[in-house]
């Protein structure tokens, strides 16, 4: 199996320290960990930023073919601040080199060739991005999205269009509150709001995660839930990404959705009670922690 993630790469600025981070590079590397060839359509600046994210995808292992270099646009940042309970918000400048993702022979031929892509909202924020995005998303044979709304970098008319080219649709619950309100969707129940979107964008695959009380997953009509697992937060910056990852890891590999989901809410838990986005932790460890919930 191979999967390609399509958007940013860049630095997440914290108030102590720097860290190599964005929603597509640490999906990738999630499931890269786990197994799965993955690899990321990106661009960045021709700057010390860039090329020292260049060197770590390279030391993690994932290749580095379809990145993309850009001399006039610097590489980008995000600066992240975390409230008391560890969750994080952010300050996402602009422009930047991923906004001008640029359609090359070599990114088509990669998402040919690939079994799925998995893009967010966020990385179509910039005329060239999206138009490169939608057009990938043409020739794409199972398309992810990972809905990343990220004010004021997001508008409804464009969620609609991308909402109805993905096969699979990943977002919270507060983004589903503001999806509902954006489409006049007026149904009370999470389950009723899913059926509504399902309806409406012609998706059957829907997952909606809730922090630490778990996440409703809408697979070919039937609901499956988890209720979430403890665990001391320390900072939740990757956390949705890896509970992604490690959710579209088992389903395509044809784990029942249940065990997917709840190895999934097990790994995105995991990663929240530990600093950084991308630590790493084995299948066996994923299925203790379940085991210790118990």
Not at 66 to 80: L, P, R, S, Y
Not at 232 to 247: R, W
């Amino acid at each position: 199996m191979k999967i390609t993630c399509f958007g940013e790469v860049l630095w997440d600025i914290f108030p102590e320290h720097k860290k190599i981070g964005g929603a597509p590079l640490n999906v990738a590397l999630r499931l890269h960990s786990m197994g799965v060839d993955s690899s990321i359509i990106t661009r960045i600046g021709n700057d010390d930023l860039g090329r020292n994210i260049m060197n770590y995808v390279k030391r993690q292992g994932l290749p580095l073919h379809t990145f993309q270099i850009d001399n006039h646009h610097k590489t980008g940042e995000v600066v992240v601040s975390l409230d008391k309970e560890g969750t994080a918000s952010y300050e996402i400048s602009r422009p930047v080199a991923w906004d001008f993702i640029e359609k090359t022979e070599v990114i088509v031929e990669e998402v040919q060739q690939v079994d799925a892509m998995i893009f967010g909202s966020l990385a179509s924020r910039n005329e060239v991005s999206k138009n490169t995005l939608l057009q990938l998303l043409d020739i794409a044979k199972f398309k992810i999205l990972d809905v990343n709304l990220r004010p004021p970098h997001y508008d409804a008319k464009l969620l609609s269009v991308v909402m109805k080219k993905a096969d699979f649709i990943k977002l919270n619950d507060e983004e589903l509150e503001e999806i509902c309100t954006a489409f006049a969707i007026e149904t009370e129940t999470l389950e009723d709001q899913v059926k509504a979107i399902a309806a409406y964008t012609n998706t059957n695959q829907i997952c909606i995660t809730k922090g630490g009380k778990g996440a409703t997953l809408l697979y070919n009509d039937v609901f499956y839930n988890n209720k979430g697992y403890k665990v001391k937060v320390v900072d939740t910056v990757g956390a949705g990404d890896s509970f992604l990852a490690t959710l579209i890891s088992g389903l395509l590999h044809g784990d029942l959705p249940q065990i997917a989901i709840d190895n999934a809410c097990a790994m995105g838990a995991m990663v929240a009670g530990s600093k950084g986005a991308n630590p790493i932790f084995s299948k066996e460890q994923v299925l203790d922690f379940i085991k210790n919930q118990e």
